[in-house]
C-alpha cells in the first residue's frame, strides 16, 4: 500500500473512531486523534527490517518532537527500529530524520496523559505492526516555583504527564509485551527523582513516583520477559533548559560549577544509554534500575572548592 493509501486508511479509521474528552485534566494541544504515517521506502533508502522472533522490531517514543525523545527516535532509527512518535507537536523533523535511515514510522500527536489517545496508539501499532518491542516514556513537563505558591491543579497537570501518563503507555504496551514474552520499556526520570531539588515539588515528586513505578513494573512484569528500567538525566542542553533558563531558575554556570564533568548533559548522551537498556542483546538481565546518567553528579560529596581544585 502507498504511502497517500495508508494515511488516507488511517485517517478514515481515525474519523470512525469515538472521540472522547479528556480522561485526564484538559490541556491544550492539537486534536487528540490526529495520525500522519510518513513510511518511506526512498529512492536511496530501503525499508530496513530486523528481525526478532522473525518479525519487525518496533519502539514507540513520547515527547519525540524534539530535545531527548527527537535524538533517542533517531538513534533508535539507526538500530532498525521502526518507530511510532508520540508528541503533542508536530514530529516532522524527527520523522524525516528517521525515515532517511530507512526503517518505517508514523506519528500520533496528542496528549499522552489522555486515555483516548494511548488507546489509539496502541491499536495504531497493534494493527500496522502486530507487536511493541520497545517503549520510552519520554515525554515530560517541567514546573518550577517554590512549594508554598503551587496550586493542586498545576500539581496534579505535573504528575498527569510525568507519571500517570507512563502508566498507561506501559499498561497499554505491555499487554502486547506480556502477550509476546518479551519487551523493554525505558522511563526517562530525573537526577530529580533521586535526590530533592528545592522549587520543584511536582516535578520531583513526579520523578520519585517513575521510579517507583518502574521498580514495581520489573518486579511484576520481569518473570513474563518484559523488563522496565529508568534512566535519569541530570541537567541537559534541550529546549526545556532553555525555557527553564529563560524564567530564571538557573544559569549554565550554575550548572557546570556543581558537575564533576564540568558540563551539561547532550541528548545523545541520554539516548545511548535508553538505546542500551532497550536491547535485551546488551542489557537482557538489567531490570528495575534507575541510572543516573548525570556526569556523577549526585555521587559527589566534594565541596565545591574542591570540586574545581580538580579540574
Ligand atoms: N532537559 C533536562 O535537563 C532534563 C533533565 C532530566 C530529565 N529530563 C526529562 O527528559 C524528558 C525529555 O526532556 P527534554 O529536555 O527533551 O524536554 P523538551 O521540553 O525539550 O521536550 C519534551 C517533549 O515532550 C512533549 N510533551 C510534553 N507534554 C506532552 C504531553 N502531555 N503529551 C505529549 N507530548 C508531550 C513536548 O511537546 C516536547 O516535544 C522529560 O521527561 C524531562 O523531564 C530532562
Not at 39 to 47: E, L, Y
Request: proline letters at 3%; charged letters at 20%.
Amino acid at each position: 500500500m502507498g504511502c497517500s493509501a495508508k494515511l488516507n486508511e488511517c485517517i478514515a479509521f481515525l474519523e470512525g473512531g469515538q472521540r472522547e474528552k479528556s480522561d485526564f485534566f484538559s490541556t491544550p494541544g492539537p486534536d487528540p486523534l490526529q495520525i500522519r504515517d510518513w513510511t518511506h521506502k526512498s529512492n536511496h533508502t530501503r525499508t530496513r527490517q530486523c528481525d526478532t522472533l522473525g518479525g519487525m522490531k518496533v519502539a514507540i517514543v513520547t515527547g519525540a518532537a524534539q530535545g531527548i525523545g527527537r535524538k533517542t527516535a533517531e538513534i533508535l532509527a539507526g538500530a532498525g527500529y521502526a518507530l511510532l512518535l508520540m508528541d503533542l507537536q508536530g514530529c516532522s523533523e524527527t520523522l524525516a530524520a528517521v525515515t532517511a535511515q530507512g526503517v518505517e514510522a508514523a506519528e500520533i500527536l496528542g496528549d499522552i496523559s489522555q486515555e483516548t489517545v494511548v488507546a489509539r496508539a496502541a491499536e495504531a501499532v497493534r494493527s500496522r505492526w502486530g507487536r511493541a518491542d520497545v517503549l520510552v516514556n519520554n515525554a515530560g513537563i517541567s514546573f518550577i516555583a517554590p512549594a508554598e505558591t503551587v496550586e493542586g491543579g498545576a500539581f496534579l497537570r505535573v504528575l498527569a504527564v510525568n507519571l500517570v501518563a507512563p502508566f498507561l503507555l506501559s499498561k497499554a504496551f505491555g499487554a502486547m509485551m506480556l502477550e509476546q514474552g518479551s519487551g523493554s520499556i525505558v522511563n526517562v526520570a530525573s537526577i530529580a527523582g533521586l535526590v530533592g531539588i528545592s522549587d520543584r515539588s511536582a516535578y520531583n515528586a513526579s520523578k520519585h513516583g517513575l521510579i517507583g513505578l518502574t521498580r514495581t513494573l520489573a518486579a511484576e512484569w520481569g518473570g513474563r520477559g518484559v523488563r522496565c528500567n529508568a534512566v535519569c538525566p541530570g541537567w541537559v542542553k534541550t529546549e526545556m533548559d532553555v525555557a527553564d533558563q529563560a524564567g530564571g531558575g538557573y544559569t549554565d554556570a550554575d550548572i557546570e560549577g556543581v558537575n564533576p564533568m564540568g558540563r551539561f548533559a547532550a541528548p545523545e548522551d541520554i539516548a545511548r544509554a535508553i538505546l542500551f537498556l532497550a536491547d535485551p542483546e546488551q542489557s537482557g538481565f538489567i531490570n528495575g534500575q534507575a541510572l543516573a546518567i548525570d556526569g556523577g553528579w549526585t555521587v559527589d560529596g566534594s565541596w565545591q572548592s574542591l570540586r574545581l581544585r580538580k579540574r
